[in-house]
């Protein structure tokens, strides 16, 4: 199985403290994602994020329904937690999210490994393209909403 890696970084003008509970709140996943994926949480509120946490969430890929569940198997808050993909369109989905105190601001880094049916060519024809989209549009919002 083909593992590929999706690395992204933003620097927010935001105290660590105000950034992280963004992120410990799963809605607000709703306002960072495009439009264009329908993405919905489907777990009722509210959600007490801890290690084992599942969520589940509606999306659409394609034009095609798709419903995701995913774990939380790390949580280390204020710097750090993973969300593990359950269920879902991917057959490996671990995303770790990083948060450090950078003087007044926060830099926040997310790493990605994925694998999916088609391997190779299904990644460059595609999925690497969204996801680089998907994670130019999360910057762009965080830096309208928290800074």
């Known amino acids: ?6 690395r992204s ?6 105290k660590l403290s105000k950034v992280f509970p963004f992120f410990a709140d ?7 994602t495009p439009a264009w994926l329908k993405f919905r949480v489907l ?3 509210p959600i007490s994020i801890k290690e084992g ?3 589940g969430y509606r999306l659409q890929i ?3 329904p798709v419903r995701w569940v995913s774990e939380i198997v790390t949580w280390k808050p204020p710097y750090r937690f993973i969300d593990q993909q359950i269920r879902g369109p991917y057959r490996l989905w671990i995303h770790e999210h990083r948060f450090l105190d ?10 990605v490994r994925y694998s999916l049916w088609g391997g190779a060519l299904v990644n460059h024809l595609l999925v690497k393209k969204k996801i680089e989209h ?3 549009y999360r910057q762009k919002k965080l830096r309208e909403l928290l800074e």
């Open 1 to 6: 199985m083909k593992i590929f890696k999706f």
């Open 9 to 14: 970084e933003v620097r927010l003008d935001q």
């Open 26 to 32: 799963a809605f607000n996943l709703e306002t960072l």
């Open 43 to 45: 777990s009722p509120k």
């Open 53 to 55: 946490t599942r969520i």
């Open 62 to 64: 394609h034009g095609l």
């Open 102 to 111: 950078d003087c007044n601001g926060t830099v926040c880094q997310d790493t």
């Open 134 to 136: 998907i994670f130019d």
